[in-house]
């Protein structure tokens, strides 16, 4: 009797959650007009490109089901269905909630914080007005480059009494204002030591109108689950029909809009996993950002593999922080694989020397020695878009710089938005021997203009017009392989490479002048510290 009463209990608990289930379909439930804006092709070829971070390597075999909140339970945020309210904030909400997610997960499930929703709408698209953040749209890359350019303060939900600024919109469409201090009174931390800054982002989107071949959506699926496995969820643009709108789990795994489904528009979204079903079809596991009451408590089920509703195509995450490996010390005994002044109409802007994955800035002292600021760093942490490490070439092009890896592959016309301390760089790939070359360009003032200089020519450094000067045996004597050069101030150029031993060498040479073609070492070729000091 007991069991019996146990059964129909299960069987009554069963149909009540069924019942529950299709209460859920709420015909009257408000959407968001989401207005989630495709990335223009020109801003795709400016945008950083998937690159396999370090911790992809550990990835092996991808399994059938796979949760990130199961994977990293303590990860509050990973578990949060966001509500973007009446507004066209799909991008920034779901942007700012896999950047919270990320920072947790890169923490060691350590450091749980919201980002704030309300600041990414407001302040990533510079362009928009506070009447327009609210509907004008906008893409979840804008919150990961404002966020590794800026950086970007913590904020909860509508109402929370979260963060330093919570989210302002709940039923109705407001204005929203871009904060220069905490909007939440019981938040005591100042918006500026609230910012979380993240390294870099990266973008994988296809061109408008192109259209996807099954050999690409395979790779691209399994970039996408290695990705999640590895780094935690990540953003992806959809195509909305009124079908999704009212879909819940009843429905089964959304498989594309049924017949005369009408299309609504773009959309932003979460994806958090992903599951088979019992007839074998495997599904993305989507958190949307329309509040717990909508899909199957703010979940969605949606077909993976077939590019359903683009969810395949328009894919983008940030990279939060690895362990920093680079030391200074490492920079003034090792061999430098390139250097490159920022700004060429400038002596005095910031140069980079480039060695492995590492990057160390250094100011150019008046006795022509360099010194170290700051600490070295990953090369993703100041060039967002670089190429994969090491970069072996780099020169200035209309005063950008280039940055070139031994595959060819470019960092082009890195640019550094007025008050970043970061540049962003376009991808793309180079042909011809500047690999193979080390340069320096000239500050305007001088009467020189490049200087390059070409493993089988030895003897002599050339400008852009292909005059030479010889500098005679002042660096065949010395070194078998120059790497970087930087000029320093119009009339000495520190100059590294190896010598015949493959031992790293530095040395300060002064230029050969118009009237006489001979150049002198100021600091004669030694070990890299005689030229570049760094911090004991
Ligand atoms: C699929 O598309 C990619 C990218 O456009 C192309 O490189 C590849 O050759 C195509 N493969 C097949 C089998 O059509």
């Known amino acids: 009797m007991a069991r019996f009463t146990k059964i129909l209990l299960t069987v009554l608990f069963v149909l009540a959650v069924v019942v529950e289930g299709k209460k859920k379909k709420n015909p009257n439930k408000k959407f968001p007009p989401c207005t989630n804006t495709v990335l223009s092709d020109q ?37 949060l269905i966001r509500d973007q309210g009446m507004c066209g904030t799909c991008w920034a909400v779901s942007g700012a909630s896999v950047l919270s997610d990320r920072i947790c997960i890169a923490s060691g499930q350590k450091i749980n914080v919201q980002v704030s929703a309300n600041q990414a709408a407001s302040c990533s698209v510079a362009t928009q007005t506070p009447t327009q953040n609210c509907n004008a749209g906008g893409d979840a890359a804008n919150v990961y480059k404002f966020a590794s350019l800026y950086g970007l303060p913590t904020g909860g939900e509508f109402n929370s009494k979260v963060g330093c600024v919570p989210y302002q919109v709940g039923n109705s469409a407001v204005p929203l204002t871009c904060s220069t201090k905490c909007t939440n009174p019981l938040y005591t931390t100042t918006i500026a030591s609230d910012n979380r800054m993240i390294d870099s982002y990266w973008i994988t989107y296809q061109k408008q109108n192109t259209v996807m071949n099954q050999t690409t959506i395979d790779t691209v699926v399994n970039q996408m689950q290695t990705e999640i496995m590895t780094n935690g969820p990540i953003t992806v643009s959809i195509q909305v029909y009124n079908d999704f709108q009212t879909w819940d789990a009843d429905d089964g795994v959304y498989k594309g809009p049924g017949a005369g489904a009408q299309k609504i528009g773009g959309h932003a979204v979460k994806l958090i996993g992903w599951n088979k079903d019992k007839t074998g079809t495997p599904y993305w596991i989507i958190s949307n950002s329309w509040g717990m009451d909508a899909g199957e408590e703010g979940l969605y089920w949606v077909q993976m593999g077939k590019n359903v509703i683009g969810i395949e195509s328009s894919i983008s995450a940030p990279t939060v ?18 250097v490159i002044l920022s700004n060429v109409k400038d002596s005095k802007s910031p140069a980079y020397l480039f060695q492995g994955a590492c990057i160390q800035q250094v100011s150019i002292t008046t006795a022509g020695k360099l010194t170290a600021v700051g600490s070295a760093v990953p090369i993703s942490k100041v060039f967002l878009g670089a190429p994969a490490p090491p970069i072996i070439g780099s020169f200035l092009q209309s005063n950008l710089p280039w940055l070139i890896n031994s595959a060819n592959q470019a960092g082009s016309n890195c640019q550094q938005p007025t008050g970043a301390s970061k540049f962003t760089c376009g991808g793309g790939s180079i042909s011809g021997s500047t690999p193979g070359a080390a340069s320096t360009n000239f500050y305007s003032g001088s009467t020189l203009t490049t200087w390059s200089y070409y493993p089988n020519n030895q003897n002599w450094l050339f400008d852009t017009n292909g005059n030479g000067k010889s500098i005679g045996t002042l660096i065949t004597s010395k070194f078998t392989g120059i790497t970087g050069m930087l000029n320093l101030d119009g009339s000495r150029m520190a100059v590294f490479g190896k010598d015949a031993a493959g031992k790293p060498l530095a040395g300060v040479m002064a230029y050969p002048t118009a009237a006489a073609a001979g150049a002198s070492w100021i600091i004669q070729p030694g070990p890299p510290s005689g030229v570049l000091t760094c911090a004991a």
């Not at 991808?62 to 990293?72: C, G, H, L, N, S």
């Open 321 to 338: 922080s690895l362990p920093n490996t680079c030391t200074g010390a490492s920079f003034c005994n090792k061999p430098i694989d390139s």
């Open 43 to 79: 801003e795709i070829d400016r945008t950083p490109k998937f690159k396999p971070s370090v911790r992809h390597r550990g990835v092996t075999l991808i399994p059938v089901a796979f949760d990130a909140r199961v994977q990293w339970p303590k990860c509050d945020s990973i578990k």
